[in-house]
Structure formats: structure tokens, C-alpha cells
């Protein structure tokens, strides 16, 4: 088991990260990072299901970027349509959890298909769930094969460390 992670972890300077947070109609995922000292722009839809890029180059100009290193995208969490619009990124991150069940590689492809890194979330809970990290991670690779996975229970802090190793290592 890989050792907590902490918002102290020494590897992450959160003054040199910002974020561009994708929702619907709120702003509390925005709210959250900032309490936790990350620079950070909201941009609301208004009922679109995806984040298209001249919103976030509006959100780049808006985003006092000087000292920053990573700009992460929170695009709205959903398995389809965010798939389809490329960002800008140069890691592209798909997650899910194991409370969705087996079946979204195969149902929802293409953000298996595109993504670099797949987080399987939650694990904390798969001793409740008839979830399968061997079907799933098989069924990613079987779309992707260079995805690299990882499962992770980001509410308990288990299994942080890759992640906090791609964007300490870059």
C-alpha cells in the first residue's frame, strides 16, 4: 500500500499548479481547491456536457499564470462527450470508480481509447461491489494497451502516489 498522501505532501508546490474547473452550474469543486490554496478558475456550461477549448483559452487569459508549472483541466465528469474535444492537454486522464460497475470501457470507448492514464477510484469500496480491477483493467487494454492504471481511493488517500509521482515527475 502506497504511503498517505497529505494537501502537505513536500513534492507539491500548490502555488505553482492551477486549475480550470469544468461544471454544470456549480462552483464547489473550484471552492474545494482554493480552500486548499491552488489558483483556480470556474467555468460553468449552463447545461453543456464538455468544456470546449476557446473556453479554456478564455479561462488561460483570465488565470494569472505566472510561477505556474501545471494547469489542470477538471473537464465535467461524465465518460462521453468529454472524450470527444481535445483541450490542449499533454496528459489526458480518464477516471472512473469502481461504484459504476465493469462495463464502462467497453460501453463508453473512447475516453479509454484516448487516455494516457486511467484512475479506477473508490477502491475502498470494491469489497461491496461485484467490481473486478482485472476485467476492467483488461478491457482498457484491450482498447488501449498503453494506458497505464491506477486505483486509488482519493477520499481515503490509498493508492496516491503514482498520480502525485506524474505531476511531481514531469
Known amino acids: 500500500m502506497s504511503r498517505p498522501w497529505t494537501l502537505a505532501d513536500e513534492r507539491i508546490d500548490r502555488s505553482r499548479?492551477?486549475?480550470i474547473e469544468g461544471d454544470l452550474y456549480t462552483a464547489l469543486d473550484a471552492q474545494r481547491m482554493e480552500e486548499m490554496?491552488?489558483?483556480t478558475i470556474q467555468l460553468n456550461t449552463e447545461g453543456?456536457?464538455?468544456l470546449?477549448?476557446?473556453m479554456i483559452e478564455e479561462a488561460l487569459a483570465l488565470l494569472d499564470l505566472s510561477g505556474i508549472d501545471t494547469v489542470i483541466i477538471d473537464n465535467i465528469g461524465n465518460l462521453v462527450c468529454t472524450a470527444e474535444f481535445a483541450l490542449g492537454e499533454h496528459i489526458r486522464i480518464g477516471m472512473a470508480s469502481v461504484?459504476?460497475?465493469n462495463d464502462k470501457p467497453l460501453k463508453y470507448p473512447l475516453l479509454f481509447q484516448t487516455a494516457?492514464?486511467?484512475l479506477i477510484n473508490k477502491i475502498d469500496l470494491q469489497p461491496y461491489t461485484n467490481f473486478s480491477v482485472e476485467r476492467f483493467e483488461a478491457d482498457?487494454?484491450?482498447l488501449n494497451a498503453n494506458a497505464k492504471v491506477y486505483t486509488c481511493s482519493a477520499f481515503k488517500q490509498i493508492g496516491l502516489e503514482p498520480i502525485i509521482e506524474l505531476f511531481?515527475?514531469?
Do not use: F, P
Request: aromatic share 0%; with cysteine; hydrophobic share 40%.
Open 140 to 142: 482498457i487494454h484491450s
Open 116 to 118: 494516457d492514464v486511467v
Open 168 to 170: 511531481a515527475n514531469k
Open 48 to 50: 453543456a456536457c464538455h
Open 99 to 101: 461504484t459504476e460497475g
Open 52 to 54: 470546449e477549448a476557446d
Open 17 to 19: 499548479v492551477a486549475v
Open 37 to 39: 490554496g491552488v489558483r
